[in-house]
């Protein structure tokens, strides 16, 4: 990964001035580069990292991680019906796992009972799926590389030589 | 009932006054701390927690865990080719700052000169005086990029000059030396058959050449006393570990001293330091990586606002020149901070070399550097 990614990645909102100071680069090639990498869909999109460990209240989402067993498709294998199934827009991520199970299936919904629903009516029933094993998620601390508390204070002497 | 009459006279620091003045003030941005502001890397810590859960609370050898001084032998050999018996040529000190002070009282006699490129650490000074030497400060400045040569050493030198300090990349100038500079530097060390004592803690912090640690150069190692330690390279200043490498004569005399002042090394510091040795280096690169982006932006930021200021080689401290704004080193700090409230440390704080010159240290964030030329900016405004 190039260094103008790595520096995105920890901050979405550094500008192509910014970037060129940081790296010496001139800030028309950092533009152009994130241009490039923007059409070629390296960069997907600029979100906003918020932690909903601090905004609960009796509208905020419940996670389920689902194992998915499945028996795959002829000729299509296993995208064939991950694509079914991440079309979904309860899922929020989707991956093809080795070990015991075939598809992790992460499902948020408003309630235990929407996502309970969504397993027994929508994920469950389908064809090729032949086991589903649902497991909520009670308390986030570490997401994506972020840990899901307040900064903590620089616990350092304020001037030291 | 008198006290050291040697103590005494040491001057107190001059800058004792504005740090009373830094710290009685709230919401201050600083950029006057000399110390990583990342924590520890997790595995490190969690192999000190591990060594304490295993009972590891001894004392150790006197020289340090004979492990971690052939885990520090390796990764010199591995480094730098740099060759150090860990059983005589070793010596795991409670910081550089100790290594340092052993090093002065290991080789001096009462009225050896010691040779100090200026500005300097705060401690070397008042350490050479206290192991009964007297320091000879040798003036840089920023037309010199902070460096000294070879004639600036033997033109200090008189029969009396037992060693020179050099500590590179330097703090405060974030100066450091090529292997160039470094073999001219040597040749005069051998023409006044000087000892040098070579300060490398911000070694691995050095952005646009390789680092030479001294003793690798023709004939410096039988010379050279090589202080080293973990605090800047893998964050661990407060766990107090650093080490000496040098021939034997000199490390059985600062073991000497060592075993009867210090005894040894904390023992779970020590068994920390093995494991950052063993599975750091990835944490190190990330660090250096980070801090050498935040040089880029402090050096450009500070010469676009007028302070001109040299690209530091190493380290994590600028030094840019205030005389800009017309003010002295102090005044700027003192101004800086009641206005702004953004804490730097005055040049001379430094030696009196550093008038003129602020120290600004970027081990802090992106957005507290940024904010902080904000700042520096409406102060200068308004001058």
């Known amino acids: ?161 | 009932m008198k006290t050291s009459k040697l103590v005494e006279q040491i001057p107190p620091s001059g800058i004792r006054v504005f740090f009373d003045l830094v710290l009685g003030m709230k919401d201050v941005i600083s950029l006057g701390i000399g110390e990583p502001d990342f924590v520890t890397p997790w595995n490190v810590r969690e192999a000190a927690i591990f060594s304490l859960e295993e009972g590891h609370t001894s004392y150790t050898s006197n020289k340090g865990l004979f492990e971690l001084r052939q885990d520090i032998s390796r990764h010199l050999d591995r480094k730098y080719s740099l060759d150090y018996d860990p059983q005589d040529e070793i010596l795991i000190t409670v910081g550089v700052s100790e290594a340092f002070d052993l090093a002065l009282r290991a080789i001096m006699n009462k009225g050896d000169k010691i040779l100090v490129p200026e500005p300097y650490y705060v401690s070397y000074g008042p350490l050479i005086t206290l192991a009964g030497g007297t320091p000879v400060f040798i003036r840089t400045d920023s037309d010199k990029a902070f460096k000294i040569t070879a004639k600036d050493i033997l033109k200090h030198c008189d029969k009396k000059t037992k060693g020179i300090v050099l500590n590179y990349p330097n703090n405060p100038t974030g100066a450091s030396y090529t292997k160039k500079e470094l073999k001219a530097i040597s040749r005069a060390v051998i023409k006044r058959d000087l000892i040098m004592i070579s300060d490398e803690i911000y070694g691995d912090l050095t952005y646009d050449f390789e680092h030479t640690p001294f003793a690798t150069l023709p004939q410096m190692k039988e010379r050279t006393i090589y202080l080293n330690g973990f605090s800047k390279s893998y964050a661990m200043t407060g766990w107090r570990i650093g080490y000496v490498c040098a021939p034997e004569k000199f490390v059985s005399l600062m073991t000497k001293i060592h075993q009867y002042t210090m005894l040894c090394a904390p023992i779970m510091s020590q068994l920390a330091a093995r494991e950052a040795l063993k599975n750091g280096e990835a944490s190190t690169q990330e660090m250096k990586r980070e801090y050498r982006r935040r040089r880029e932006l402090v050096v450009s930021g500070l010469n676009e606002l007028g302070l001109t200021c040299h690209k530091p080689e190493g380290a994590f401290y600028a030094f840019p020149s205030i005389k800009s704004s017309g003010l002295s080193s102090m005044d700027f700090a003192k101004g800086l901070l009641k206005e702004e409230r953004v804490a730097l440390v005055p040049g001379t704080a430094f030696g009196p070399s550093g008038e003129g010159c602020v120290r600004i240290s970027y081990a802090s964030n992106l957005s507290n550097i940024k904010e902080a030329l904000v700042r520096i900016q409406r102060f200068l405004r308004k001058r």
Not at chain 1, 11 to 16: E, L
Not at chain 1, 87 to 103: A, I, K, N, R
């Open chain 1, 1 to 161: 990964m190039n260094e103008i990614l790595e520096i995105l990645e920890k901050d979405a909102r550094t500008t192509p001035e910014e970037i060129a100071k940081l790296t010496g680069m001139k800030a028309q090639a950092i533009k152009s580069s994130i241009k490039k990498d923007e059409k070629d869909g390296v960069i997907l999109k600029y979100k906003t990292i918020i932690n909903k460990e601090l905004i609960r209240d009796e509208r905020s989402n419940v996670r389920a991680l689902i194992e998915v067993k499945i028996t795959p498709k002829k000729n299509v294998g296993f995208d064939y019906i991950a694509e079914r199934i991440y079309q979904f827009p309860e899922v929020s991520s989707c991956y093809l796992m080795s070990g015991t199970y075939d598809l992790l299936v992460v499902v948020e919904g408003k309630s235990i009972h929407t996502v309970s629903d969504f397993v027994s009516s929508k994920l469950a029933p389908m064809e090729s799926v032949r086991g589903t094993v649902t497991h909520f998620i009670l308390k986030k601390y570490k997401e994506d590389g972020d840990i899901l508390r307040q900064a903590k204070r620089d616990k350092r002497e304020v001037i030291s030589l």
